[in-house]
């Protein structure tokens, strides 16, 4: 039996959850107390609150290196205390477990500073600059013999659920084909805010926003269809607005024979935002940054719409703390998370058309 609570769940459980956690043998005094290093504008609304809001988790510290704005961030949250240094966060004695929401340049050092400490580690996707800091990171956690999930967090999404059954349940046949396409303009609205623009900094990113946003796609890929054969891809900066590259493109053939093919373009003069999962009976439509899912099978389609999330971590940052506190799997893990960075790399690190 599984209790899990809704994700627009606004405030803690109530007594009578408790007492189902305690007669199934759960200790409702264990807690899960995070301190945040990098309290920026990503964890505002998309990850932030959801700390106070899971069940067995609290939001005790947070970290900014411009103490100012960590001071700000707190009072606004009601966050007990703030930093502008990380290790002092991490040593801070009633913090119990690390989110790491910096950018991706510093993803590695904080998490191994983390794990060194013996505190559990949530990083954000990417999980860092590349393949390479990826496996370091995984070492670590294992040389340290402590936890370390990453933050791809639309693995426990309920329209990502739902489409995940339509494949196990073979909805739509045996799949053969996925085609995908994320067409943006320049300035784009799926990037999230922030005072500099170190999305195309590949000196900060890895990458550009390919690297920004890729993450959730190739993670999903990975998440419905498994191990990777192999992988290759082009990338290019074709327009010149900055030092990152704007176009990628890319394949991937899984050992189950699923063929895979991507393309991301951010200097498009329209939108495009498309996933088509094809199959021997059908085929499932979807954008990754919306909110409904079209089944295609035998002339008819079936449309399901799911309701935006108040914070689109939540349901991740549930599964997280379960896991930390030792009652279920590793929702992402660092292997998982390394098959997806591999992807990235094998995209973008080949000999580039300039």
């Known amino acids: 039996m599984e209790i899990s609570l809704s994700d627009q769940m606004n405030d803690k459980p109530n007594y009578f959850i408790e007492k189902i956690w305690n007669m199934l043998g759960i200790n409702a005094t264990d807690e899960i107390k995070w301190g945040i290093i990098g309290c920026g504008d990503v964890t505002e609304v998309k990850s932030g609150p ?4 899971v069940l067995h988790s609290s939001l005790v510290a947070v970290m900014r290196r411009d103490g100012t704005k960590a001071m700000d961030y707190a009072k606004r949250h009601g966050v007990p205390r703030w930093y502008n240094d990380a290790a002092a966060l991490i040593n801070d004695p009633e913090v119990n477990a690390v989110y790491i929401a910096t950018p991706p340049l510093q993803h590695e050092e904080y998490t191994l500073m983390a794990l060194a400490a013996g505190k559990p580690v949530y990083v954000e996707k990417p999980m860092t600059m590349n393949a390479e800091a990826a496996l370091r990171m995984k070492a670590a956690a294992e040389q340290h013999q402590v936890k370390l999930s990453v933050a791809h967090y639309r693995r426990e999404q309920p329209m990502f ?9 073979k909805v739509i046949g045996d799949v053969s ?20 623009n170190w999305r195309l900094d590949p000196a900060v990113s890895g990458g550009g926003l390919f690297h920004d946003l890729a993450p959730h796609q190739l993670d999903l890929m990975v998440y419905f269809f498994g191990e990777v054969l192999k992988s290759s891809g082009i990338s290019l900066n074709q327009a010149g607005l900055y030092a990152a590259d704007d176009v990628v493109s890319g394949q991937i053939l899984f050992k189950n024979g699923v063929l895979f093919n991507g393309t991301w373009c951010f200097t498009a003069a329209e939108k495009l935002d498309v996933c088509e999962i094809i199959g021997s009976k059908g085929k499932i439509s979807f954008p990754m ?46 292997d998982e998370a390394l098959l997806s960075m591999q992807l990235i790399d094998s995209f973008t690190s080949h000999e580039k058309i300039s």
């Not at 659920?161 to 349940?169: G, N």
């Open 50 to 53: 959801a700390f106070n809001k």
């Open 161 to 169: 659920l739902k489409i995940k059954s339509l494949i196990d349940e």
């Open 177 to 196: 084909i996925v085609q995908l396409q994320l067409f943006q303009p320049h300035q784009s609205d799926l990037i999230a805010s922030s005072a500099t």
């Open 289 to 334: 940054f919306g909110h409904k899912v079209t089944l295609s099978k035998q002339g008819e389609e079936e449309d399901f719409i799911f309701d935006p999330l108040a914070h689109v971590q939540q349901p991740m940052i549930e599964q997280v703390v379960k896991y930390f506190l030792g009652r279920t799997d590793n929702p992402c893990s660092a």
